[in-house]
């Protein structure tokens, strides 16, 4: 894994292929008000950890392990709480502000 816009932009290697670029979305402060806007648009942490459930269900189902099914379970976790924020940002009406 390489860094090409550090917590936005990523080259990730693959098995055969030289890599692959997973990007997150950009936003930065609108001058003059608490409002974000998108600089570049991609994926959230919250899709990427429901691709990785899936993979790693999958993983488990053709041969279970004990380290799975710990690494779904802290995955799912992971998820939960990132859902939390996300909705408690949204219940305070400060989601897709700057403010904390």
Known sequence: ?????KGHKYELKNLHEPHQILTFIKKTPVAGSDKLEVVY?????????????DRMEYLNSVLSSREDQHVITLLKKALMWLEKRNHDRKTR???GTNKA
């Open 1 to 5: 894994m390489r860094k090409i816009d």
């Open 93 to 95: 009406k400060v989601r």
């Open 41 to 53: 648009d991609g994926t959230t942490n919250e899709e990427v950890l429901k691709a990785l459930i």
